[in-house]
């Protein structure tokens, strides 16, 4: 038996994690999977009713558990908090808790939204890129950092990069396998020629790559490759890179595809223990209209059948709904154009249930 521990989160995400769950038990039914589901708190929701964003009793929850589904946290009514406890803290508390060294984040562009990408159709259709990024190390998390006085009276701000050569290998390694059930071409993104901490990187992802002849291994500078997934996305299919790269560059893959309602994420720990959820935030300006669109975190779950419950057929069979359910037209607003059919969150929900049988 497999646990899921799902956190709804605040504004939409009680509504697309609704739908998200009416996936999962469906195709546990279909695919005979065993999956016991428990609930919890997460962000505003929970310092409403515990005044923290993540109580240890639901960290302990999550750890217990082979996955954790998201759906997002924040919102209006939480932001003249301190700091340090806005919603958003409790999900860099699970991030931290569970040890999610590993961000993956594809960017794939259905066929049937080309026109929804601010690229010409032709530069971004079939578009399907995984990005690995590092998450838990790098200049976000390096010490020394602050802002200091210097002795002349001026302030002075700054951050330390850096990666001790196992934060690196076990990034690479999840690249590696993660694109040994893709294409087989893994392109790993570093400022080598300027950063001796990513000048080690190269030098890491280069040894690893012996032990994966079936993977063919490129590197690229950063700033090249913001400028080529612009110019040709198509030219990669699994890119590997440091914190803050990663950061940068994921999000300017996942407008490639031109809609933040479609795309999925996945935190991973060294145990293939995850935690799944779409990339956009909690929406609270469309929040309780019933108008967002599920399918980035109907899309979360098949990524945790995949990577955390050893059941990618079940998550095969969830992708393909999704993609007949683009055909037969329907869309909700976000992605709404001319000649398709407009549907709420629910019948969007209701819609993949049944097109997966
Ligand atoms: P957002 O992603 O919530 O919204 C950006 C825009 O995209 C909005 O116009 C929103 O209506 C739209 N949108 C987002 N998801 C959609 C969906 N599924 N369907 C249709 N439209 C959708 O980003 P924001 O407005 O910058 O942030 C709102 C709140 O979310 C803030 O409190 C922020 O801190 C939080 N946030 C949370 C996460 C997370 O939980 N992982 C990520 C980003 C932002």
């Known amino acids: ?71 997002a946290v924040g919102g209006y009514r939480w932001e003249s908090l301190d700091i340090s406890v ?45 990005i690995v990024r590092e998450l838990t190390g790098g200049i976000y998390f390096g010490q020394p950092r602050g802002i200091r006085t210097l002795d002349n009276g001026e302030r002075q701000g700054f951050n330390t990069l850096v990666y001790s050569e196992s934060e690196i290998e076990r990034i690479g390694r999840v690249a590696f396998e993660t694109a040994q059930r893709r294409q087989g071409r893994l392109c790993s993104v570093d400022k080598a020629n300027v950063l001796e901490c990513t000048e080690l990187w190269r030098e890491v992802m280069t040894r690893l790559s012996a032990e994966y002849p079936d993977v063919t291994l490129s590197h690229m500078y950063v700033d090249n490759a913001a400028m080529q997934l612009v110019r040709a996305p198509k030219q990669f299919d699994v890119m590997v890179t440091t914190n803050m790269f990663g ?65 990618a057929g079940a998550a095969e069979a969830i992708e393909r709904a999704v993609s007949r359910v683009l055909d037969q037209g329907l869309r909700t607003a976000d992605i709404h154009s001319p000649g398709t059919q407009k549907v709420s969150t629910a019948e969007m929900g209701a819609a993949v249930v049944a097109a997966l049988g």
Do not use: W
């Not at 609704?18 to 929970?46: F, M, P, T």
């Not at 964003?53 to 996955?67: F, H, K, N």
């Open 86 to 130: 806005r919603p958003e803290k409790g999900l860099l508390g699970l991030r931290a808790g569970l040890d999610l060294f590993a961000n993956l984040r594809p960017a794939i562009l259905y066929p049937q939204l080309a026109e929804a990408s601010t690229l010409r159709p032709e530069v971004v259709a079939g578009l399907d890129i995984m």
């Open 247 to 311: 950061d940068i560059l994921s999000d300017c893959a996942s407008m490639l595809t031109g809609s933040i309602g479609m795309l999925p994420s996945a935190s991973l720990n060294a145990n293939g223990q995850g935690m799944y959820e779409p990339i956009h935030g909690s929406a609270p300006d469309i929040a309780g209209r019933g108008i967002a669109n599920p399918l980035a975190t109907i899309l979360s779950v098949a990524m945790m059948l995949r990577h955390s419950l050893d059941a």
């Open 1 to 71: 038996m497999k646990k899921v521990l799902i956190l709804p989160g605040d504004g939409i995400g009680p509504e697309i994690v609704a739908e998200a769950d009416k996936v999962l038990s469906r195709v546990a039914e279909l695919h005979g999977l065993d999956i016991e589901r428990d609930y919890g708190l997460i962000g505003g929701a929970s310092i409403d009713e515990h005044g923290i964003p993540l109580t240890e009793d639901t960290l302990e929850r999550a750890r217990g558990s082979d996955a954790v589904l998201l759906g």
